[in-house]
């Protein structure tokens, strides 16, 4: 299991437009193989920071992800609003249970 933690922080003033970006993207992509979940949340400290949290079933899933044209058009998108660049961290992980 793949792991991915993404962050973004928007213009005051593109914010709204931020999160509409970013829910159509998290929707479209929740329908990609090997997508296990995929999800976008305002930092709680920071309203203008948006967190994606997604899990791949391996990493090829992710690597097909980040090929896919609407992948690439959502990052050109959302970082033309952005004032820092986004950050991504990728994990690979094992599931257990407790």
Not at 41 to 46: F, G, P, R, T
């Amino acid at each position: 299991m793949v792991i991915v933690i993404g962050r973004i922080r928007s213009r005051p003033d593109d914010v709204e437009r931020m999160v509409a970006l970013s829910l159509e993207h998290v929707r479209r992509s929740r329908a990609e193989p090997g997508c296990v979940s995929h999800s976008v949340h305002h930092d709680a400290e920071d309203p203008l920071t948006l967190v994606f949290v997604e899990t791949w079933t391996d990493r090829a899933a992710l690597v097909a992800h980040f090929a896919v044209p609407a992948s690439g058009q959502f990052v050109r998108d959302a970082t033309a609003l952005a004032v820092t660049t986004p950050t991504i961290d990728v994990y690979d992980a094992t599931s257990i249970t407790v």
